[in-house]
């Protein structure tokens, strides 16, 4: 069960994660990165955000390359929500599949 300061530390987290990444894939033209979901631990030490990246072929590369660079991204958060948190969480992405999984089912139906 998520607590409502889980909650809020979550929607404060994506919204200045998607804002980062908005940011860092203006750069690259052709992939799109949004950030789909963040769950916090109980104790506020670590988040995993969960990635949906579109075209879903370039998925597996730009996550590793999104995990190796997981400590300059952390840095960049909590340079933004320093008067928000006292400490910003570990961060660990994923990858969010369930636009794939969504249109493997559409497909299936017709």
Sequence with gaps: METTR??????????????IFRQQTAKTQGVLVSVSAVRVSPDLSIARVYLSIFPSDKAEVLIESINK??????????????????KTPELSFFIDDSLDYIANIDSLLK
């Design 6 to 19: 889980q909650a809020k530390i979550a929607r404060l987290l994506q919204k200045e994660l998607s804002e």
């Design 69 to 86: 660079s997981a400590r300059e991204i952390r840095y960049e958060l909590a340079q933004k929500v320093r008067y928000q948190l006292r």
